[in-house]
């Protein structure tokens, strides 16, 4: 290896272990990324954080690479403030790029965690309207339609519960399973294939239906920390109340089956979980 390039390599090698802001050049911006992904996926945000927020300051702000690692410093943000200000640069400041649709899901989700329906299904439209086609879109439909049934606008959701099951693709199994679950609310009117609904004696009744529990606690506000960080990992998770014990609790499933797939998912991103008997909704 030349003088020239082994300090060059020494100096990026330098740039990704100690953090500290180096002239890291463009074409070299991919390795780091991956870097940071890669931290995230084995649970340290801290250090993913660090690294893309050292990134930022010497990638150009009208890079392609910029909205990318601006993304990733989100997502690994350690508070829903930070993360909400960068998904949102994303979004307005960068729309043609390829984060500006995850951008927009994971601000719903910030909002929905929240509470507030109305900010988060304003994210949902404009995603949908700016990416009919995207990646995103069946996700976008199906938590258009979660919203859209919690407050009371059954046509809606129907026709967003339909788009949902026409364009989430067969690899996400976790939200055709949430999508399937709601689905007998819009029969007859709703049926994805054309065939004729099932009749409502087949639908299976919320108190056989399964979910996944992470955790009980004592204190409300435990529950709510636990389940803000995994709704960022982009799990559909809440919080249930009863005999003195808050539970946080990921999805609803029509089987014992569908909820052992979701465990062993849930169990590869590192979050341990056991099978129980949802609540009624």
């Known amino acids: ?60 702000v009208d890079s392609p690479e910029y909205p990318e690692v601006l993304y990733w410093r989100a997502f690994s943000a350690a508070n829903a403030a930070g993360a909400e200000r960068d998904y949102l640069r994303v979004a307005i400041e960068y729309p043609l790029s390829l984060r500006a649709e995850d951008a927009l899901l994971l601000l719903s989700q910030l909002e929905f965690a929240r509470g507030d329906r109305t900010a988060a299904l304003k994210h949902l439209d404009r995603l949908l309207r700016d990416h009919p086609t995207g990646h995103n879109a069946g996700r976008a439909s ?51 294939d054309g065939s004729r609904p099932a009749p409502e004696s087949s639908v299976v009744p919320a108190s056989s239906s399964y979910s996944l529990q992470v955790a009980a606690f004592r204190t409300r506000r435990e529950a709510d920390v636990l389940m803000r960080g995994l709704k960022r990992r982009g ?5 249930t109340h009863q005999d003195s014990w808050y539970r946080v609790r990921i999805g609803r499933y029509a089987t014992h089956e569908a909820a052992a797939q979701a465990q062993a998912r849930a169990r590869a991103s590192k979050v341990t979980t056991r099978i129980v008997e949802a609540e009624k909704p």
């Open 1 to 60: 290896m030349k003088p020239c390039a082994a300090v060059r390599a020494l100096v990026l090698l330098g740039c990704l272990l100690s953090l500290y802001p180096c002239d890291v050049p463009a074409q070299r911006a991919d390795s780091a990324v991956a870097r940071i992904a890669g931290l995230v996926s084995r649970g340290d945000r801290q250090g993913a954080y660090a690294v893309a927020d050292s990134l930022l300051t010497v990638t150009p």
């Open 142 to 192: 199906f938590w258009t339609a979660r919203i859209a049934f919690d407050t009371g606008d059954t046509a809606r959701a129907c026709q967003a519960l339909a788009a949902a099951r026409a364009k989430l693709p067969e690899t996400d199994i976790e939200t055709r399973n949430q999508a399937e679950y709601f689905a007998p609310r819009c029969s007859p009117r709703l049926s994805a």
């Open 235 to 239: 799990f559909d998770v809440r919080v």
